[in-house]
């Protein structure tokens, strides 16, 4: 069994929506990938159905966005509909803040499928279906993988009919990160135990496909939970004719009996012409609440389900993941080919793993406000409800979704300076206002910002606080310059101060006015920079005459000479730092 292959830096297991984001994130990056699917083919079923602005940005960053959002719906209402068929409160949001729409719905069979057609575009990348992992180990400075060609379970729908045959091939990578889903093998060798709740409440889901030439869910053109107790329903708008229900069983329903035909058929009369539709697929389900002990065992990292299993409620599941892969990528750059330490890959856990159990909570808590079985909790219930709705301002953060967890790391967990106020920026991520380029093209901020870390200058030139050598060190880093400022607030005349080294700064204006509002809203002044990592998560905020101290403190992170180590391996890295105040 040769050693074909010692070049790979990331090897990654499972080509889902994690697993790919993240080879799309990595490949864009230039780093060599192999990426290993168990399953020869796609399973051709839909699974996630929605995603949200947060994750439509990543996807930005991975260059998918525009791709994907062209087979979603964008912009769909979320309704809670009670039993008699009246809409107790609806969610709908049509501003922004992330550049994207907040609600899209798609069908996961299409996504994946572009998702990994585009891989094509990075020849570093290698992506292998129907090859399986076989075993792996690891020492201190990479991990030998074996994989060998599978049959496929199916996705988990059917038991695997062989054992991995053929002879196994040998390859290395500096890290392996297993997107592998909740049955991770990887996960299983590692001995890492999942920890939280079953429930053992099972749902039945039918996808259905309008027939050819029939218009069959004009009726339903929004997301619907349909709140009744004697049969909570979920109703899915998905793209190009295509339809998700979910049935709650009731008690003393059986498997066998909910996915019976006629079952079917009668449970979906009550919502569409059966006789005008196709049934892709009708499955009865559980689900769990799970997060796995820790998410790094030496080399070897888990992502996606592998990490957190969340129930569907939210539609937050595969979005986890998604965030999963952001995190990750630029990191492992960051230690592969710019000389951080290796310890930075620990902050993966530190920072994603309490914002993945918070959407684990609120997706149970979404679980259990729909599917209430007592007729007179659900009276009390609905009542409650409507009497939020028009309490102010707590009616407009119910109807916008408020209560979803923002996307926030814990103080002292994360890569980057420790917030020093309760509402401060570190930790959280920046908007993405449109902006109005000096050509006076609009533009979202990240495509301006780019891969890497950047300087944000609240109406000024964040280089005005840093000599020429932090300056080449940054630049080095591959960090952009920019000034951001009002709409028709763009310095002109005599205001306009000319440097030699102008190309460096991009000056654009705000648009839409989100980013000069949160600049204001997090306590920043005119003149005052923020320094954002690749995720565009604040590393900093600072006023100007501050900044060189807080860049030193980044370039810190870095090694000097990270461009003349072999084979993408610094020479030396510093010792990592997190958690501490600037003196």
């Known amino acids: 069994m040769?050693?074909?292959?010692?070049?790979?830096?990331?090897a990654i297991v499972g080509l889902g929506p994690t697993g790919l984001t993240l080879a799309h994130l990595l490949g864009r990056r230039g780093l060599r990938v192999l990426a290993l699917e168990r399953e020869p083919q796609f399973y051709g079923n839909a699974r996630a159905v929605y995603t949200d602005d947060e994750c439509m940005r990543v996807f930005q960053a991975a260059g998918l966005a525009a791709d994907l959002e062209a087979d979603m719906l964008i912009d769909t209402?979320?309704?809670?509909?009670?039993?008699?068929?009246?809409?107790?409160?609806?969610?709908?949001?049509t501003d922004r803040p992330y550049g994207w729409a907040v609600s899209n719905f798609f069908y996961q069979p299409f996504l994946e499928t572009k998702m990994e057609k585009l891989l094509e575009r990075y020849p570093n990348v290698t992506a292998l279906r129907g090859r399986e992992l076989v075993s792996f180990s690891q020492d201190e400075s990479g991990v030998v993988i074996q994989?060998?060609?599978?049959?496929?379970?199916?996705?988990?729908?059917?038991?695997?009919?062989?054992?991995?045959?053929?002879?196994?091939?040998?390859?290395?990578?500096?890290?392996?990160?297993?997107c592998d889903g909740g049955r991770s093998s990887v996960r299983s060798r590692l001995g890492i135990k999942m920890v939280g709740k079953s429930f053992p409440e099972p749902w039945l889901v039918v996808d259905i496909k309008a027939k050819e030439g029939e218009d069959c869910f004009r009726h339903l053109p929004y997301f619907n939970f349909y709140c009744d107790p004697k049969t909570p329903t979920v109703s899915c708008p998905q793209p190009k004719g295509r339809h998700r229900f979910e049935f709650l069983l009731t008690p003393g329903q059986t498997k066998e009996r909910m996915e019976d035909p006629a079952?079917?058929?009668?449970?979906?009369?009550?919502?569409?012409?059966?006789?005008?539709?196709?049934?892709?697929?009708?499955?009865?389900?559980?689900f769990n609440a799970l997060v796995a002990e820790r998410w790094r065992d030496g080399r070897v990292l888990i992502a996606g389900d592998a990490a957190h299993m969340t129930p569907q409620f939210m539609g937050q599941g595969m979005s986890s993941g998604v965030r999963d892969a952001h995190n990750l990528a630029w990191k492992l750059e960051a230690v592969l080919r710019k000389g951080a330490d290796p310890a930075l890959i620990d902050t993966y856990e530190s920072e994603r793993k309490p914002h993945a159990k918070e959407m684990i909570d609120i997706s149970v808590r979404m679980k259990d406000f729909v599917s209430l079985a007592n007729p007179l909790l659900a009276k009390l219930r609905n009542v409650v409800v409507r009497t939020l709705l028009v309490t102010p301002r707590v009616g407009d953060y119910l109807r916008e979704a408020r209560f979803k967890p923002p996307p926030t790391y814990p103080n002292g967990a994360y890569f980057g300076v420790p917030r020093r106020r309760r509402k401060g920026a570190e930790g959280r991520p920046i908007p993405q206002p449109k902006v109005r380029t000096f050509r006076g093209r609009p533009a979202l901020l990240d495509d301006i910002l780019g891969e890497d870390f950047s300087l944000v200058g609240y109406a000024c030139d964040p280089r005005a606080g840093l000599d020429a050598g932090s300056i080449t060190r940054l630049s080095a880093l591959g960090a952009r310059f920019a000034a951001l400022f009002p709409f028709g607030g763009r310095p002109q005349g005599d205001a306009v101060k000319r440097t030699s080294a102008a190309g460096a700064l991009v000056e654009v204006e705000d648009l839409s006015g989100e980013g000069i509002a949160w600049f204001r809203a997090v306590g920043a002044r005119k003149g005052d920079v923020a320094v954002i990592r690749p995720d565009k998560f604040v590393y900093a905020l600072t006023p100007g005459r501050e900044l060189a101290r807080t860049a030193a403190r980044l370039i810190d992170a870095f090694t000097d000479s990270f461009e003349t180590g072999a084979a993408g391996e610094p020479v030396a890295a510093p010792a990592f730092i997190q958690g501490t105040t600037d003196a």
């Open 263 to 286: 079952t079917v058929r009668a449970l979906l009369s009550s919502h569409v012409d059966v006789d005008k539709v196709e049934v892709l697929r009708r499955l009865v389900y559980t």
């Open 2 to 10: 040769a050693l074909l292959d010692n070049g790979y830096d990331v």
């Open 147 to 178: 994989h060998a060609a599978s049959a496929g379970t199916q996705y988990g729908q059917a038991p695997s009919t062989a054992a991995p045959s053929g002879e196994a091939v040998r390859a290395r990578a500096k890290w392996l990160v297993a």
């Open 77 to 93: 209402p979320v309704q809670w509909v009670l039993e008699d068929g009246s809409v107790l409160s609806q969610l709908r949001r």
